[in-house]
C-alpha cells in the first residue's frame, strides 16, 4: 500500500461510503481533531514509557477503596477506542455500519472510562481548587491532550444530533475528564504539587 496516492491533491478527500467532501468539510474536521487527540495521547504515552516505574502501576498504594491504575495500558486502550471514533465520524450516512461497528464506542466503554476515574480519583487527595495546567513532563502532555479533546467534543457536537451516535459524544466528554484525572495522577506519582489558582 502506497503512502501517497495523490487523491487528496485537489483539497478534498474520501468517506467511508465514498462521498468526495473538502477537506474543510466539518466533519473531516471533527475526525481530524480526533487524529490529533490520539497523537497527543501517543505522545503522553512515550512520556510515561521514560519513567516506567513511577507511573505504570502507581507509586504508592491507593486509599481505601481505591486500586491501582496502569496508565500506559489505559492510554493504550483509548488510543484504540480513537480509531473506533473517528472510524464512527467518517461514516456520515451508517451505510457500512456493519464495517464500523466492530470499532465503535458504546455505553461498555464509557463505564470503562468512569470506573478509571473513580479509581483514580480514589488513590488521590481531593481536588479543592483550580489548579493550572502543567507539572511533569507527562502531566502537561495530558493536560494538553485533555484541551485538544475538548475541542474534538465541540467539532463533533457541531455537526448535530442527527449527525452524530450520542455514545461519540458522551465518549469525548468523559474523555477530557479521564485526561485531566490522569493528569493529576501522573504529577501525583511523581511526587509534583500542584500549583493552585
Not at 474536521?29 to 502501576?57: H, K, M, T, W
Not at 488521590?124 to 481548587?129: Q, S
Not at 485538544?148 to 452524530?164: H, N
Request: charged share 25%; with cysteine.
Amino acid at each position: 500500500m502506497k503512502i501517497y496516492t495523490k487523491g487528496g491533491d485537489s483539497g478534498e478527500t474520501s468517506l467511508f461510503d465514498q462521498t468526495r467532501v473538502s477537506k474543510a468539510d466539518p466533519r473531516v474536521d471533527a475526525y481530524g481533531d480526533v487524529d490529533e487527540l490520539n497523537a497527543c495521547i501517543g505522545a503522553a504515552r512515550a512520556a510515561l514509557d521514560l519513567s516506567p516505574a513511577a507511573f505504570a502501576q502507581g507509586a504508592s498504594a491507593p486509599k481505601e477503596g481505591g486500586s491501582q491504575v496502569d496508565l500506559a495500558e489505559s492510554l493504550e486502550t483509548i488510543q484504540k477506542d480513537l480509531f473506533g471514533v473517528g472510524a464512527m465520524l467518517a461514516d456520515p450516512r451508517s451505510r457500512i455500519a456493519a464495517r464500523v461497528a466492530k470499532a465503535a464506542v458504546g455505553a461498555a466503554d464509557i463505564e470503562r472510562l468512569e470506573q478509571t476515574i473513580d479509581r483514580l480519583e480514589a488513590a488521590m487527595p481531593p481536588l479543592r481548587r483550580f489548579i493550572l495546567p502543567g507539572g511533569s513532563h507527562a502531566g502537561s502532555l495530558l493536560h494538553l491532550a485533555r484541551t485538544v479533546c475538548r475541542r474534538a467534543e465541540r467539532k463533533v457536537v457541531g455537526l448535530g444530533t442527527q449527525a452524530v451516535d450520542p455514545n461519540v459524544v458522551v465518549y469525548l466528554n468523559r474523555l477530557s475528564d479521564l485526561l485531566f484525572v490522569m493528569a493529576r495522577a501522573v504529577n501525583h506519582r511523581a511526587g509534583v504539587t500542584e500549583t493552585e489558582w
